[in-house]
């Protein structure tokens, strides 16, 4: 079955790099994604990476999928305490149309 | 506001009751999601709509959950004799079937709690 893990939680100083990791176990996975929630809000996606892709940057945030070893990674440049929250890794193996699998989501902690 | 809206974003019924939640997708997505997460997990999947057809049930959804989207827009999912264990925030979410990467767009959410 999918499983999708991920470390509960990260606490990282602010202005230095978060490295948000996830491991998945569906080698099918065609998309895989990564959502951002805040306290008493929905999820909101900031990224997602086709299986074919090794890298992704979108401004601060860098993906990295390393399909070998069915893992990917959230890195988070400069991070900044509205970076705060709880990151969840997410897959699908049928381009999302049947739905998405969750990790319970890493807590990110900024120290200032 | 054009997102995803849920109603109402907090209940607090007794068990044994019956629940009903709703949600207004993105108007142009075709497909719609609901999802349950509870304290220290992450979303779960219980069922998704394409337009008004439900296509897929998880296991989650027991006897006593029923959701529609009857006219293909705004859906309601209905929890009948209501337990402790249902205690937990609805998500919905929505998404366009064709041309995506199948991102879903998620509602902020509609908390249950079940004295």
């Known amino acids: 079955g999918e499983d999708v893990e991920q470390s509960l939680f990260l606490s990282v100083r602010e202005g230095d790099s978060s490295v948000i990791n996830c491991t998945y176990t569906?080698?099918?996975?065609?998309?895989l994604y990564w959502y951002k929630q805040e306290p008493g809000a929905g999820l909101q996606l900031l990224t997602y990476?086709?299986?074919?892709?090794d890298m992704k940057q979108d401004q601060r945030l860098t993906v990295l999928l390393n399909k070998k070893d069915k893992h990917l990674s959230l890195r988070i440049a400069d991070t900044q305490t509205g970076d705060s929250a709880i990151y969840f890794c997410?897959?699908?193996?049928?381009?999302?149309?049947?739905?998405?699998?969750f990790g319970k989501g890493t807590h990110l902690i900024i120290q200032p | 506001d054009t997102g995803v809206s849920q109603d109402p974003r907090h209940k607090i019924t007794k068990r044994g009751q019956n629940v009903t939640f709703r949600c207004d997708p993105i108007?142009?997505?075709?497909?719609l999601y609901w999802y349950r997460q509870t304290l220290g997990q992450g979303p779960e999947f219980l069922t998704y709509?394409?337009?008004?057809?439900?296509?897929?049930k998880s296991r989650l959804l027991s006897d006593r959950f029923s959701a529609e989207r009857p006219k293909g827009s705004f859906s309601t999912l209905e929890i009948q004799r209501t337990e402790q264990g249902d205690s937990a925030m609805y998500l919905c979410a929505s998404s366009l079937l064709a041309g995506s990467a199948g991102e879903l767009f998620f509602g902020e959410g509609s908390r249950l709690t079940v004295l």
């Open positions: 108007s142009e997505h075709n497909r």
């Open positions: 709509f394409q337009n008004e057809a439900q296509l897929e």
């Open positions: 569906d080698s099918s996975s065609t998309y």
């Open positions: 997410a897959e699908s193996t049928r381009g999302g149309a049947d739905g998405l699998t």
């Open positions: 990476i086709f299986s074919n892709m």
